[in-house]
Nanobody, 123 residues
């Protein structure tokens, strides 16, 4: 897998906000990009995804609090608001190019991955 690079992780207070960024390759117009997270002892979870048409989907646990976006510099973002200790995890971005939507993109289908950035939330 090719490498992406995340930034923006760190510590936040309960109820606070963080914005993650992910960059590292040309995205194009047909793609599925996603943010995953994994906490110690828990399975990896896809928390947000976006396709080239701007369609987004969120895990129920983050809906209404997190927002995924892509800008014209091919940077993927995850705006995280109203953070709770349950959001504490390693967050990783992933990208699959050349697909029209995320509908049939399984976790193993993403070709580009980041190394992950830590998010800590203190109560």
């Amino acid at each position: 897998a090719q490498q992406l690079m995340e930034s923006g992780g760190g510590s936040a207070q309960d109820g606070g906000s963080l914005k993650l960024a992910c960059r590292g390759t040309y995205i194009g117009r047909r793609f599925c990009a996603a943010w995953f997270r994994q906490a110690p002892g828990k399975e990896r979870q896809r928390v947000a995804q976006i396709d080239g048409s701007g369609n987004t989907q969120y895990a129920d646990s983050v809906k209404g609090r997190f927002s995924i976006s892509v800008d014209d510099t091919d940077t993927l973002y995850l705006q995280m608001n109203a953070l709770t200790p349950d959001d504490e995890a390693t967050y990783t971005c992933a990208l699959e190019r050349g697909v029209g939507s995320c509908v049939r993109v399984g976790d193993a289908d993403f070709y580009f991955w980041g190394q992950g950035t830590q998010v800590a939330v203190s109560s």
